[in-house]
Nanobody, 122 residues
Framework: VQLQASGGGSVQPGDSLRLSCAASGRTFNYVFAWFRQAPRKEREFVAAVSWSGGTTYYADSVKGRFTISRDTAKNMVYLEMNTLRPEDAASYYC?????????????????WGQGTLVTVSS
């Protein structure tokens, strides 16, 4: 399984940005998620989506501002980020794990992509 994240950039507070994650390999019936890590901080969960895209789960800090989605035909995962704040600045990582593994939405991921950097400043 390989995950390739893209779409990061430098924006101002209040702006929007969409991150993309291209998945390849045997990812059938996998759960996908986005995590982020700011300098000198622990990595934190952002959002997760089921294989079909029908179920989503968000960290409280992004609920109502971020939207995670799936395109199963293209095997892509997206993170639409609106009303960005300076505290959203971080490297964002795409992650995946088999649905059958179970566990919580925010932990237990086996596969990770490289980070894509998001900076938010005026």
């Amino acid at each position: 399984v390989q995950l390739q994240a893209s779409g990061g950039g430098s924006v101002q507070p209040g702006d929007s940005l969409r991150l993309s994650c291209a998945a390849s390999g045997r990812t059938f019936n996998y759960v996908f998620a986005w995590f982020r890590q700011a300098p000198r901080k622990e990595r934190e969960f952002v959002a997760a989506v089921s294989w079909s895209g029908g179920t989503t789960y968000y960290a409280d800090s992004v609920k109502g501002r971020f939207t995670i989605s799936r395109d199963t035909a293209k095997n892509m995962v997206y993170l639409e980020m609106n009303t960005l704040r300076p505290e959203d600045a971080a490297s964002y990582y795409c992650a995946a794990r088999p649905t059958k593994r179970g566990g919580t939405w925010s932990s237990g991921y086996d596969y990770w992509g490289q980070g894509t950097l998001v900076t938010v400043s005026s």
